[in-house]
């Protein structure tokens, strides 16, 4: 992989630089970190292009096993939590008043969390390393979404792109039916898993072997030391703190789920007839090669691989061409899918030529 491949994943670390940077220049800047994503990173994503490369088969199993990768995310994870502790006391300095100063901040940490901490978070959880997996959780503690780990792993691979799946977004279902559906059905079904795992030990599901209880309480226990801590150093209650902490959580999984409504939509696995689904492929996710958003989200945009080989390592996913093609990175797709109309006129035809492939492959075998 070349040096500048390898130095591009950095990138990711310039996204919590600007949310500080825009908190001390005061007022509307607060938004800096908003209009760089949603602004500036598509026009650059446009201008650069696609990266199809793929690394060799030989090559993959030499890059996949490099440290530096993994220390990227490892670094990322003790970021990410000493961001969150500058949050925090960044807003019960009383220094943000205005309601624009509140939106731009707190839409900034949202991004920083959940844009690329839950993405890292995402890669982690996927790994057999026990290190690997709680900093995985770690991460998801900061943004009250630790039920993901059970859901996307144990639920979501397993159901992708089937009715089963609340987290596949439906033909026509705009996003925000898609959101109280996957937030409120995801986490329902985390405690169905989880329940079952403890069923067949032999564990009852109120016990605290039971992680969703423990997923339920450690950010509150989290939120609850940053107020008090912050609160006795200050000498009045931090109000801020927990105002703060559960809105950029809101922000940072109200990104997942606008990020898992782009990678699904309306793509639907074969049932056939025992049924049960046909094997998950490279067809069955929604693809962006798009060369600088992959730097930022550490290539979960080549989705398409990921889900056909789930344990593979972030640097090493391939592109297909046979998967269907996102016209834009997700950057410029989730503004897109916050406006239904424009989203159906663009993706809907997309969905159909994806259909026709599938239909004409099937009949050709």
Same mark, same amino acid.
């Given at each position: 992989m070349s040096f500048f491949k390898k130095i591009g994943f950095f990138t990711a670390f310039i996204l919590p /630089? &600007?949310?500080i940077a825009g908190y001390y220049l005061d007022g509307w800047w607060n938004f800096i970190s908003v209009a760089f994503v949603f602004l500036l990173l598509p026009v650059v994503d446009y201008l650069v292009g696609l990266d199809t490369q793929n690394v060799t088969e030989t090559e993959s199993k030499i890059i996949g096993e490099e440290f530096y990768y993994r220390f990227i995310t490892y670094i990322w994870t003790f970021v990410q939590l000493t961001f969150i502790l500058w949050a925090a006391v960044a807003i019960s300095n009383s220094k943000i008043t205005t309601w624009y100063e509140w939106m731009g901040f707190i839409l900034s940490v949202g991004l920083v969390t959940?844009? =690329?901490? =839950?993405t890292v978070a995402h890669e982690l959880g996927h790994k057999k390393s026990p290190l690997e997996r709680f900093y995985s959780k770690l991460l998801l503690m900061t943004v009250c979404y630790m039920h993901f780990y059970i859901e996307h792993?144990?639920?979501?691979?397993?159901?992708? /792109?089937?009715?089963e799946d609340? /987290?596949?977004a439906k033909r026509n279902e705009n996003v925000y039916a898609f959101w109280f559906r996957s937030v409120c059905i995801g986490y329902a079904?985390?405690?169905k898993l989880e329940a079952e795992r403890l069923t067949r030990k032999g564990i009852g599901t109120w016990s605290y072997h039971n992680q969703m209880i423990w997923f339920a309480i450690l950010p509150l226990l989290f939120c609850g030391a940053l107020t008090f801590g912050l609160s006795a150093w200050k000498g009045y209650f931090a109000w801020q703190v927990p105002v703060f902490f559960f809105t950029q959580s809101l922000v940072a999984f109200t990104l997942l789920e606008l990020v898992n409504y782009i990678e699904h939509y309306g793509i639907v696995r074969k049932q056939l007839k025992n049924g049960s689904y046909e094997r998950v492929n490279p067809l069955h996710s929604? @693809? /962006?090669s798009h060369l600088i958003s992959n730097f930022f989200l550490f290539q979960l945009q080549r989705h398409s691989d990921h889900h056909a080989n789930a344990i593979k390592r972030y640097q090493v996913l391939n592109h297909f061409d046979e998967s269907p093609q996102l016209p834009f990175g997700y950057p410029t797709m989730i503004v897109i899918a916050m406006l239904p109309p424009v989203w159906f006129n663009l993706m809907n035809p &997309? &969905?159909?030529?994806w259909e026709y492939k599938?239909?004409? @492959?099937a009949v050709a075998a």
């Amino acid at each position: 992989m070349s040096f500048f491949k390898k130095i591009g994943f950095f990138t990711a670390f310039i996204l919590p /630089a &600007l949310v500080i940077a825009g908190y001390y220049l005061d007022g509307w800047w607060n938004f800096i970190s908003v209009a760089f994503v949603f602004l500036l990173l598509p026009v650059v994503d446009y201008l650069v292009g696609l990266d199809t490369q793929n690394v060799t088969e030989t090559e993959s199993k030499i890059i996949g096993e490099e440290f530096y990768y993994r220390f990227i995310t490892y670094i990322w994870t003790f970021v990410q939590l000493t961001f969150i502790l500058w949050a925090a006391v960044a807003i019960s300095n009383s220094k943000i008043t205005t309601w624009y100063e509140w939106m731009g901040f707190i839409l900034s940490v949202g991004l920083v969390t959940g844009g =690329i901490g =839950i993405t890292v978070a995402h890669e982690l959880g996927h790994k057999k390393s026990p290190l690997e997996r709680f900093y995985s959780k770690l991460l998801l503690m900061t943004v009250c979404y630790m039920h993901f780990y059970i859901e996307h792993n144990r639920g979501h691979h397993v159901n992708v /792109a089937t009715p089963e799946d609340p /987290a596949t977004a439906k033909r026509n279902e705009n996003v925000y039916a898609f959101w109280f559906r996957s937030v409120c059905i995801g986490y329902a079904h985390a405690w169905k898993l989880e329940a079952e795992r403890l069923t067949r030990k032999g564990i009852g599901t109120w016990s605290y072997h039971n992680q969703m209880i423990w997923f339920a309480i450690l950010p509150l226990l989290f939120c609850g030391a940053l107020t008090f801590g912050l609160s006795a150093w200050k000498g009045y209650f931090a109000w801020q703190v927990p105002v703060f902490f559960f809105t950029q959580s809101l922000v940072a999984f109200t990104l997942l789920e606008l990020v898992n409504y782009i990678e699904h939509y309306g793509i639907v696995r074969k049932q056939l007839k025992n049924g049960s689904y046909e094997r998950v492929n490279p067809l069955h996710s929604w @693809n /962006a090669s798009h060369l600088i958003s992959n730097f930022f989200l550490f290539q979960l945009q080549r989705h398409s691989d990921h889900h056909a080989n789930a344990i593979k390592r972030y640097q090493v996913l391939n592109h297909f061409d046979e998967s269907p093609q996102l016209p834009f990175g997700y950057p410029t797709m989730i503004v897109i899918a916050m406006l239904p109309p424009v989203w159906f006129n663009l993706m809907n035809p &997309l &969905l159909a030529d994806w259909e026709y492939k599938v239909y004409r @492959n099937a009949v050709a075998a």
